[in-house]
């Protein structure tokens, strides 16, 4: 009878090359993608709770000021009168000009009481600096950007509210606004 051939038993040389033979080996490109993926993952996940996101910024600004609108609306519901106080020849040079460019603003306050009417016309002087240190700081790029005028809409609102120390500014407006 002739030997079968059976199958030999591996021995120690050829063990670890069959075992890894069995194994696939994973390329390091994955490794790193994966890794990659996970860092932009976590960064992502930090950035927008702990810094938050310019969107987030600007929907805050705008809810917060129609709600202020809304409570002062109400608040005069009942008063029902408004007037409105105009702030007129406003000029600066905006951020990051060099002074070549120039913005000409007038605007208008709307106020609910005559006290604040007359807090307004008291203390022009501080409220012109403050606009002046305000739009001075803006460039070009946030000045015509509708968001962005919003959003100094807004900043203008609480700064004049904080220097008369009151909260019952309606609104500011926009009545002249010349950029070149």
């Known amino acids: 009878m002739p030997p079968r051939n059976e199958p030999a038993e591996p021995d120690a040389k050829t063990a670890p090359e069959a075992a890894s033979n069995t194994k696939k080996k994973i390329p390091p490109v994955a490794i790193y993608a994966v890794i990659g993926l996970v860092m932009v993952g976590l960064g992502y996940f930090v950035g927008t709770k702990f810094f938050g996101s310019a969107k987030s910024v600007e929907e805050k600004a705008v809810a917060e000021q129609s709600k202020e609108t809304k409570k002062s609306s109400k608040s005069q519901g009942a008063a029902g009168a408004t007037s409105v106080f105009l702030m007129e020849g406003v000029i600066v040079n905006p951020a990051g000009t060099g002074g070549t460019r120039f913005l000409s603003v007038s605007l208008g306050f709307e106020v609910g009481s005559p006290t604040t009417q007359k807090l307004l016309e008291e203390r022009k002087p501080l409220i012109k600096d403050a606009l002046i240190t305000i739009l001075g700081s803006k460039t070009i790029e946030q000045l015509t950007d509708p ?14 509210e904080q220097l008369l120390g ?6 500011v407006y926009f009545t002249d606004f010349v950029l070149q």
Request: positive net charge; without cysteine; proline residues 0%.
């Open 166 to 171: 009151i909260e019952d500014l309606a609104a």
């Open 147 to 160: 968001k962005q005028k919003e959003i100094t809409r807004f900043q203008i609102k609480k700064r004049v």
